[in-house]
């Protein structure tokens, strides 16, 4: 591990003017992936700012009957709070399928949201990458590539993005509060904060250098039925093949809600739009629910290693759809 020093945060905005004069400097919180890439020398920074201790911790009712989640509280808290449980039945599904109960313990709701991608090649100093080294090479197009990204990927890159948490977001349509070093607020939908790999896939989010996650809003819940499933190697402790996210309500006979967000096939939380139109106002049926897989992989283009992933999306799809429609019937 590179020498750094480090520094204790008393308030958010002096942790947020800290960060700004320090190109090298990093925030840390819960540790759980930064500490990880430090040990391998792929993120090297020269001042880690502790944020674990600021008040960002709470989960606070909302007046329009959503909630607020401080960026700084555990996933495990998350996932165990009764009002997540009850209103959001899927965002307590997705932190559950995540990782382990040590590192939910321990990792924060905005390090969930910014962890970096589990790309082999990018955990490998010994091997080209342009997202670690711009301009290197992605030997995962020619290489071991079961695990990478069938839609949103680039010449440049296809690692996709691994958190569970974070597609169950974007199916909930959560925003994403900030705070500049100017002292300044923004308010970003989560969708919006990621960005596609394109030239430049070493530039991962939307946020400024110095720019910090103080919360996630949720809005109130969405009508019907959320279900959230996670395709993966092993019952535990593995990160997606494929992951749905799926809010639908069924009434008088048709579709009058559908949200739908796919993990594990793109560089970002996917969410599919095209699918979410093709199912509304239409009755539930399998030939319909097969054209709205066909529409939430348009475009989908495996590297070979995973070229599996398109049939077993499509098909996990379905399958959620057809149980969602069914206990509503």
């Known amino acids: 591990m590179m020498p750094f020093s480090y520094e204790r945060a008393s308030d958010v905005q002096q942790a947020v003017r800290l960060l700004a004069a320090q190109p090298q400097a990093r925030f840390i919180a819960g540790g ?33 009957g959503g909630l607020r ?7 495990s808290d998350l996932a165990a709070d009764r009002r997540v449980r009850e209103r959001y039945p899927m965002l307590c599904q997705a932190l559950l399928a995540g990782a382990s109960g040590q590192i939910r313990n321990k990792a924060s709701t905005a390090g969930n949201l910014l962890q970096r991608t589990r790309c082999a090649y990018f955990y490998d100093p010994g091997m080209a990458c342009n997202k670690r080294e711009p ?4 030997p995962a197009r020619q290489g071991h590539n079961r695990m990478h990204a069938i839609l949103g990927a680039s010449e440049a890159c296809i690692a996709v993005h691994p958190s569970d948490m974070a597609v169950a977001m974007v199916a909930l349509e959560a925003r994403v509060e900030t705070l500049l070093p100017d002292g300044q607020r923004r308010t970003l939908a989560l969708d919006q904060l990621y960005r596609l790999p394109e030239t430049t896939p070493e530039v991962e989010t939307q ?45 008088a006979g048709q579709l009058r809600t559908a949200r739908i967000a796919l993990g594990g096939v793109a560089p970002k939380p996917w969410r599919a739009t095209a699918a979410e139109q093709a199912l509304l106002g239409q ?47």
């Open 207 to 251: 946020l400024a250098h110095g720019e910090m996650i103080v919360a996630i809003t949720l809005p109130p819940p969405p009508a019907g039925r959320q279900l959230y499933r996670k395709v993966r190697d092993r019952a535990s402790y593995a990160f997606a093949l494929v992951a749905v996210a799926l809010v639908v309500e069924v009434r």
């Open 283 to 329: 009755p539930p049926s399998q030939a319909l629910y097969q054209q709205a897989a066909d529409a939430a992989l348009a475009g989908a283009r495996g590297q070979g290693g995973n070229d599996f992933k398109i049939p077993l999306a499509k098909r996990t799809l379905c399958q959620m759809l057809a149980s969602a429609a069914e206990e509503q019937a």
């Open 32 to 64: 759980t992936n930064l500490i990880d890439l430090m040990k391998l020398g792929i993120e090297r920074p020269t001042h880690l700012i502790d944020i674990s201790r600021l008040p960002l911790a709470a989960i606070e009712d909302s007046a329009d």
């Open 135 to 138: 301009g290197s090479g992605c």
């Open 69 to 75: 989640i401080g960026a700084q509280v555990r996933n």
